[in-house]
């Protein structure tokens, strides 16, 4: 196990520019425009949560050969000269005349011949962040080569973690396990939800978060009706179910995991619930092994949680996880993608109880050589009472 | 001043869509296509940090006139029929055949005639938050139907805030200013920056902040090399300079203001940095009035900070401030806008110190009928001592 470092050697991201150039090459991609932050990122290093800002676009150039180029504002030049790019070229930003199109235009007409191609992020879980009007600008002003889509490099790249990515991941996990473990200090009945959040979210930085850039759950009666609201000020009542999920990150990297509480006494239907999201999540690490398919690990899970065939309410049963709070990709009877070694997962059922509330339970997961190995702690299928 | 309460009622929306269908009729479209979180939030009320998972569109249809449609994953109809809206449309996504797109054109098929526009953002500060080959199977699915850009209707709307809007602000704000004050408790010579990033999102949720989306910041020898880097696990030390610049939320609305403090006695280059941004904050402060311009806020402290014409790093000295971290407009030369009542904006001049090290100091203003208010506590010309 690499111990977990900020960062990553030089190498690392040298790596994953050759791979993508061959990966260009295959496709006849002459260069790859990124626009987003992991995309940004996973090429470079550059880490800022400065994209909350939504103000100024960001883009970094990779040619099917040769060095990246960042064409950036300049208020990210001396955080991107930190990195292991040195081609750094900016704007004023924000220019209400030209955002950065004339120069990004300029850098991509040097490194694609006339009639190239420019791959984007097109696809499912993608979009371009910059203003649509700046793209139709864009592709006016370099000539005859065609933005297209990027035949998935980048996803496919950033399927398959690094032992020292997945050294970070896991560092984000065990901060919210360790967050999970002290849940009791903080919620009992009487307390608000939005305190429960709140002093939930501080647990998480106690323990290690950076920052905590996702916590949703719910409060309810013998279950919760959806998996996504922020908190509400009601407070809780004995015979409530508590369920968290958070987002936390260390480095960069997210865990993304629930659990669930009892507040007193589960009822019958929640104590039986439970312990079919264990069995579900069980079910599918059982079989989580380098040439398994992500269908199988639905499969595995949907028997347990859908006897009748139906479906769960999120659409998916798990999902990738990285870079970002979901990564493709998505556990669903239509995915047919095989396991491969460094794939980082989450495994989360949900059942739907009598009366129409849900549950909904979540691992981590990693596939090993001889097959998955849980990030987060496995739960019992007794759900936690407090 | 209206007491902040969490949510809005259901007239505060019905106004926002009669305001954006009378803009509509005078820019001819027949109706505008929301993607993004904010966008869709205001019209809405839907607030959920789900938008961290970019793994599903969400798409909002607001007619030229009738009632917005929602047409979103099924993940997410439970918490938006606890909106006002009514018409909820899902598909089970992700679908890896047709994520959406199919119900998208249904819909705009129906509240739009043929040969009819559609509009989206378009312009600097937006994205189309979808994937670009689902806009692409879109426009090839509507027919006659056009989409083209928004005429910058929910940028122009947004730009005023309401009354409880302004309270949502405020209390974000006060929660922000609280936790600066208690900085000495967790910032001293010795302790890690990541430490106190980590320790002060703790102050700012036990302040009262719901989360914090963003806090940056930098500490170093008389000075900093920008304003937009997470935490290094260097410690401080005497003769530093630590600033924290955070963006806390509550119910969905940011502050964005930072603080500089020095750890011990500033050097004189620090003393007069600190008091030459505290002089350009209260410079546009003073002008700060309906009838004035945004770039009569930029001169009033770019004549201080930069009294031989030049620029500073961020390319501007404030920004809009909202439902967003940063919003429209930016203090530049080039704005033009009037300012008016309701407007939020930060002030946030910068300086640079002899040998290339920088101060950036941050406030939050509303604009109301006799001049603008401090949001924010406003500091004194001393760099605070810790």
Redesign the interface.
């Known amino acids: 196990m690499t111990p977990p470092v900020?960062g990553f050697p030089d190498a690392e991201f040298s790596a994953r520019l050759v791979r993508a150039q061959a990966l260009m090459a295959i496709a006849g991609l002459d260069a790859l425009l990124l626009t987003t932050e992991p995309e940004v990122r996973y090429y470079t290093g550059f880490?800022?949560?400065?994209w909350?800002?939504?103000?100024?676009p960001w883009f970094v150039v990779l040619p099917q050969s040769g060095a990246p180029i960042a064409v950036i504002?300049?208020?990210?030049?001396?955080?991107m000269a930190q990195t292991w790019v040195r081609d750094i070229r900016t704007w004023?930003?924000?220019?209400?005349?030209d955002?950065g199109v004339a120069l990004l235009a300029d850098t991509l007409r040097e490194v694609v011949p006339g009639g190239g191609t420019i791959g984007?992020?097109?696809?499912?879980?993608?979009?371009?962040?910059?203003?649509?009007?700046s793209l139709r600008a864009l592709e006016a002003a370099i000539g005859t080569r065609r933005v297209t889509?990027d035949d998935t490099i980048t996803r496919r790249l950033r399927l398959l973690k690094s032992d020292p990515e997945i050294a970070k991941i896991t560092r984000a996990v065990g901060a919210a396990d360790r967050a999970f473990d002290r849940v009791p200090e903080i919620a009992r009945a009487g307390v608000a939800l939005?305190q429960v959040?709140?002093?939930f979210?501080?647990l998480c930085?106690?323990e290690?978060?950076?920052?905590?850039?996702?916590?949703?759950g719910a409060a309810g009666a013998g279950g919760y009706?959806?998996?996504?609201?922020?908190?509400?000020?009601v407070a809780l009542v004995a015979g409530d179910v508590l369920m968290l999920d958070t987002?936390l990150v260390w480095d960069g990297y997210f865990c993304d995991f629930d659990r669930n509480f009892s507040v007193g006494a589960p009822t019958a239907a929640v104590a039986d619930g439970h312990a079919r999201l264990i069995a579900a999540t069980e079910a599918a690490f059982a079989i989580a092994r380098p040439g398994a398919l992500i269908c199988d690990l639905f499969h595995a899970m949907n028997e347990i949680v859908n006897p009748d065939g139906g479906?769960s309410?999120?659409?998916?049963l798990g999902?990738g996880l990285g870079m970002?709070?979901?990564e493709w990709p998505?556990i669903?009877a239509?995915?047919r993608t095989g396991l491969q070694v460094g794939m980082v997962l989450t495994l989360e059922p949900g059942v739907t109880l009598p009366g129409g509330k849900i549950l909904v339970h979540e691992e981590n997961i990693v596939i090993e050589a001889t097959g998955a190995r849980f990030l987060s702690r496995p739960q019992r299928q007794e759900i936690r009472v407090i």
Chains 1, 2 share one sequence.
């Open positions: 900020r880490l800022t949560r400065f909350e800002s939504p103000t100024r504002p300049g208020i990210g030049a001396h955080l004023a930003a924000p220019d209400y005349n955002d984007v992020a097109d696809q499912m879980e993608s979009h371009l962040r910059m203003p649509l009007a889509g939005s959040f709140r002093d979210q501080g930085l106690q290690g978060a950076d920052w905590v850039p996702y916590l949703a009706g959806d998996v996504i609201s922020p908190a509400t000020d987002g479906a309410q999120a659409g998916r999902h970002q709070l979901t998505s669903i239509a995915d």
